[in-house]
């Protein structure tokens, strides 16, 4: 099993030093069979990184009880995959969304795994927490103030726990920023710029299932920038206070591919050779088979055109943030970009901060067409010197050179941070100590992530800035809440 998103860049690997501990937790050895009993909501793409991480590395503190989705079809798909590794029969309990409950009072569950589309995670987790057990949920938290709402009255009302699985603080380059930030050594935080691009194959993928209707997804500034939102809260220590937006589809979707004369276009992408934005899910075992396989059950169709209709989200994004202590971040997402990648500069009163990431530098196409997405498949395309795939971390003081932070190297996917993550996520009873990092993250920092992101959509609606406090999020967002 791989977590590895078919269209998501391979993480580009440092140049530097070994992780130390403070970038790998140390663990004490768990006690003989105390497992949690754990249930996934949720089994497409990403709850395999889970069930990997459950029936693997770390079987001896974790159980996978059962399984919860609407598509018979991919729980099936993970069942087997399960029965392979163990070498016998899984037989995994599996419940369809409304019997959530039942699930954990006969499955004796003690923490539901919600991997589900982004809407319905707040239901999921308040049903969960209702229901007796600790929950944690992938990234965004919810996608509007109903579902901030809703979590933080289940939160109050049960007293259970939430765990927010923010991979990206885990990544050692994001880990090594937060690092340079908090030593003080370029003083006190004035601004920050953060530029985001997402290419052409792993951004155009958004644009072709659930994420693309704003009401499921948030769209990107909840989807997507959620992890990015969260990253800059978690650099500076701060929370965010007013936000300005605008944005709009300016690439993908029917109306802007007549306006540039393409077209007519097939309506999915299986099937079709020869155009660099389809995806055909015969391409790859694991996508035919939890998708186009799983499709007879709800018609579920995971490669739909990116240039067609009922596309309601944004592929360009500019915000403006004002954070509580002062500070702003100016943030802009792009997701037809020819290359993926981010900057983020933090500008301080004693000098700046440059973590510079190259995650693909180009896409390039076959003979046929298609998108290639190992470079090393191309001749023409290795040793890109204008865009090497890397990462650089820059410190420069004011009256100095600038010299290179470094950054330790990365373990598996998003930069080195899921591996990271899982350990923290399935053992962090056992966890000798605090993280010097803060990385852990609850539905607050959930909930501060996606605060920015509901904000800026209703600023891309009233043209107005919007205050954050004035969302009414069912919580206290600011520096120091009562927990
Ligand atoms: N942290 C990361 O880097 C990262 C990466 C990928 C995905 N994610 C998150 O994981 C979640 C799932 O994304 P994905 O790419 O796996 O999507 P997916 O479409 O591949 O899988 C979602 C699954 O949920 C099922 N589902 C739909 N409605 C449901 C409901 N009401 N209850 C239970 N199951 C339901 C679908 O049938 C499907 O099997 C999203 O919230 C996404 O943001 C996070």
Not at 268 to 280: A, I, M
Request: aromatic share 6%; net charge negative.
């Amino acid at each position: 099993m791989t977590d590895q998103n078919p269209t998501a860049p391979r993480p580009a690997s440092s140049s530097s030093t070994t992780a130390g501990p403070g970038v790998v937790p140390e663990f004490a050895p768990p006690p003989d069979g105390d497992r949690r009993r754990y249930a996934v909501a949720g089994t497409g793409h990403r709850a395999g990184m889970y069930i990997d991480a459950i029936t693997g590395e770390h079987a001896d503190v974790a159980t996978l009880v059962a399984l919860l989705d609407t598509n018979p079809g991919r729980m099936a798909h993970y069942e087997q995959l399960v029965s392979q590794a163990l070498g016998r029969p899984a037989r995994l309990a599996q419940y369809a969304p409304d019997g959530l409950e039942k699930m954990i009072a006969e499955q004796s569950v003690d923490v539901v795994i919600v991997t589900a589309p982004d809407h319905a995670h707040a239901e999921l987790v308040a049903r969960a927490l209702a229901a007796g057990a600790d929950v944690v949920v992938e990234k965004p938290l919810t996608v509007d103030r109903a579902g901030c709402r809703r979590i933080t009255g289940a939160v109050a009302e049960t007293g259970r726990d939430v765990v927010m699985t923010f991979n990206y603080r885990y990544a050692p380059r994001n880990s090594s920023l937060r690092q340079v930030i908090a030593s003080g050594e370029i003083g006190e935080v004035t601004s920050v710029h953060f530029e985001w691009a997402l290419d052409t194959v792993h951004g155009a993928d958004y644009f072709r299932r659930w994420h693309r209707e704003k009401r499921n997804s948030g769209g990107l500034l909840v989807h997507k920038s959620s992890h990015h939102f969260d990253l800059v809260n978690w650099w500076l220590g701060d929370v965010p206070a007013r936000v300005y937006a605008r944005g709009g589809l300016r690439f993908y979707g029917d109306h802007n591919a007549a306006d540039r004369g393409l077209g007519p276009r097939p309506a999915r992408g299986t099937g079709v050779v020869g155009d660099p934005f389809t995806l055909d899910l015969n391409d790859d075992p694991r996508l035919r088979s939890l998708y186009l396989d799983a499709e007879v059950h709800d018609g579920y169709l995971r490669d739909q055109d990116v240039f067609g209709p009922g596309i309601t989200i944004e592929d360009n994004l500019a915000l403006l943030v004002d954070y509580q202590r002062g500070a702003t971040l100016t943030y802009s997402l792009n997701a037809h970009s020819p290359w993926e990648g981010y900057r983020a500069t933090v500008n301080g009163t004693a000098g700046r901060a440059e973590l510079e990431v190259v995650e693909r530098g180009a896409i390039e196409l076959d003979e046929h067409g298609n998108a290639v997405l190992d470079p090393s498949a191309t001749p023409s395309s290795v040793g890109d010197a204008l865009r090497p795939e890397g990462e650089r971390l820059l410190v420069q003081k004011h009256w100095e050179r600038a010299t290179a932070y470094p950054i330790p190297d990365g373990i598996g996917g998003h930069g080195g941070g899921d591996a990271i993550l899982l350990k923290d996520v399935f053992r962090r009873h056992l966890r000798l100590g605090e993280d010097a990092l803060g990385r852990p993250a609850g539905y607050l920092d959930g909930l501060r992530a996606v605060a920015v992101g509901i904000a800026g959509n209703q600023s891309m609606v009233t043209g107005l800035p919007v205050t954050v406090a004035d969302l009414d999020l069912g919580a206290d967002l600011s520096l120091e809440p009562a927990r």
